[in-house]
């Protein structure tokens, strides 16, 4: 596994910080937002330490592939695609980590974290 030793996404994976992990497979791991803004608010992620920057850009073609099917999983997991869900990957400036994730978001009768 890929570890980039100053980020805490890779520490939560490898048990090195605190983090619930909710989900997983082989390649990718979900785990409970620490300040969620719906009543299921889960960071979707690779295992390995990719970069936003690498995904959004073309270096790691293949990538998004495996991804929306880890995050199809994990919406199945919580039943939100038979009672909605919204899924939200922040860039540049408005992620806090570097560490490629998605936010799904669900749970509640109005759409969470507003209207899209």
């Known amino acids: ?14 048990n ?3 983090g619930k992990k909710v989900w997983e497979n082989e ?14 608010h889960v960071l979707v992620m690779p295992k390995d330490h990719i970069e936003k920057s690498d995904t959004m850009y073309g270096a790691t073609p293949a990538f998004w592939n495996d991804f929306m099917a880890a995050i199809a999983a994990v919406i199945a997991h919580y039943g939100l695609d038979k009672t909605g869900y919204k899924f939200v990957n922040n860039g540049a400036g408005y992620n806090h980590f570097t560490h490629e994730h998605m936010h ?4 509640s009768e109005e759409e969470p974290a507003g209207v899209t």
């Open 1 to 14: 596994m890929a570890y980039h030793p100053d980020c805490l996404l890779c520490k939560i994976i490898a």
């Open 16 to 18: 090195k910080e605190p």
């Open 27 to 40: 390649a990718f791991v979900a785990i409970e937002n620490k300040y969620p803004k719906a009543p299921i």
């Open 104 to 107: 799904v978001l669900g749970g």
